[in-house]
């Protein structure tokens, strides 16, 4: 399939090569006959699969000769409202189709300014078009196609209230797009409300070395964690143990306590020069060394081989920087094992990393080292981790480890 059996508009076509996309991806060659056809659509996608321009092409090229706000997107950040507005500028180019972006944590004025000159393609996300909304800056009544991006992490945020107002604000008769990644059930209960008998699609998920490498999370406090992984390393056997943690400090502190621990460990970070990294490296390689602490910074470009287990001691703040940590074993087709240690206020990190990865990561409470329920509430999902202790008994840590992927799977499923 080529673009051009799915789009006509040659403005459209011409961009789109510009943009050095030959095929289409999969959501987009399902999706856009169905938005053409004037379909309402429940797309279940990750971003990277090429999402933007399933629903923005035939957005654009239904209204390409309209004057008129006619598309709205909702998105729930700023950065991915800007990054959806860029997207939609690089396939309007050729058009004369005005692109705008309506986001929080900008001044006003402009806006206005903007908004009155008239935009034919608003991305916006909910709280900033709804204070436009109440102050009669915007006219929603010529929308006719409205798509609500990543509605799962819209809901997360609490946005329903601004959804449900800006819906008010809309002409009954329009089309409807919803995009989430992951489908609770506020999504699904707002996607049966507002979407008339819409069509699926689902974004094939890409194996991916994320699928290849075994994860689990601890739910550990923050004070805890060393002893954590202190205990991990004595009472298993891993064999070469990359550690990530957020600062230089943190891992110097880290290295020195696990070497204090009688383990063999090196630290990589930004303060070390290229000879002492060199060096490091050369040691964990030459499996003189059991543990090898690093920042992000400090890893970046090295290739790193032989890497049994990576443990996030600190939890990337970048979900893209999880899935390029435990990237890092699994190499060359190889399986590998990623810990990662959650303490309470790394809760909404985490929950981003599980929308990119589409998937939760099961948790592991442990005796001694495990919250109270409340944090476990706050955790999502709070029964497995209650279910894992529970169902364990007194586990120690060894039992957890020496359990194999299946009989751990099995056990978060008891009860
Ligand atoms: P999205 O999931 O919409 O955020 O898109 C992810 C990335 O894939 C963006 O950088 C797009 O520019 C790119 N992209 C989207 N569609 C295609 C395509 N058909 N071929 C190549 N790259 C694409």
Redesign the pocket.
Same mark, same amino acid.
């Given at each position: 399939m080529t673009f051009s059996d799915l789009i006509t508009e040659p403005r459209l076509l011409t961009a789109i090569t510009e943009? &050095?996309?030959?095929?289409? @991806?999969p959501i987009?060659g399902k999706a856009i006959p169905a938005v053409k056809e004037g379909r309402d659509l429940l797309g279940i996608a990750q @971003?990277? @699969? &090429?999402? @933007? &321009?399933a629903f923005m092409l035939p957005a654009l090229e239904r209204q390409i000769d309209k004057e008129g706000l006619r598309t709205l997107v909702l998105c729930p950040t700023r950065e991915l409202a800007q990054q959806v507005a860029a997207?939609a500028r690089a396939m309007a180019r050729h058009t004369e189709l005005w692109v705008g972006e309506i986001v929080g944590g900008m001044p006003m004025r402009p806006q206005i300014r903007d908004l009155k000159a008239g935009f034919d393609v608003i991305v916006a996300t909910p709280g900033r078009l709804n204070d436009h909304i109440e102050r009669g800056n915007v006219d929603l009544s010529q929308v006719e196609v409205l798509v609500l991006d990543e509605a799962d992490r819209m809901l997360d945020m609490g946005f329903r209230p601004q959804i449900e107002a800006v819906l008010k604000r809309l002409p009954a008769k329009r089309q409807s797009l919803l995009f989430s990644a992951t489908m609770p059930n506020g999504v699904h209960a707002l996607a049966l409300r507002i979407l008339k008998d819409p069509v699926w699609v689902e974004a094939a998920k890409q194996s991916t070395v994320a699928d290849r490498v075994e994860q689990t999370l601890y739910s550990v406090r923050k004070e805890k964690k060393a002893d954590l992984l202190v205990e991990l390393l004595q009472q298993t056997h891993w064999e070469q143990v990359l550690v990530f943690t957020a600062r230089k400090v943190g891992a110097d502190a880290l290295s020195n306590r696990l070497k204090a621990a009688g383990i063999k460990t090196e630290v990589m970070h930004g303060d070390k020069d290229m000879t002492q990294r060199r060096r490091a490296l050369d040691a964990f390689t030459e499996k003189q060394i059991q543990v090898l602490v690093a920042t992000d910074v400090a890893q970046r470009g090295l290739d790193i081989e032989g890497i049994s287990h990576v443990v996030n001691y600190d939890v990337p703040q970048q979900a893209e920087d999880y899935v390029h940590r435990i990237g890092r074993t699994a190499r060359a087709g190889a399986s590998g094992t990623a810990v990662t240690f959650m303490s309470a206020h790394e809760i909404t990190q985490v929950r981003d990393i599980e929308r990119q990865l589409g998937s939760e990561l099961p948790r592991i409470s442990l005796p001694g080292y495990d919250y109270d329920s409340n944090f476990l509430e706050a955790s999502r999902p709070a029964q497995t981790a209650a279910k894992v202790s529970r169902s364990g008994g007194r586990m120690g840590t060894r039992s957890v480890e020496q359990l194999s992927p299946e009989q751990l799977r099995e056990l978060l499923k008891v009860g």
């Open positions: 943009l &050095g996309w030959h095929i289409p @991806t987009q @971003t990277g @699969t &090429g999402k @933007t &321009g997207d």
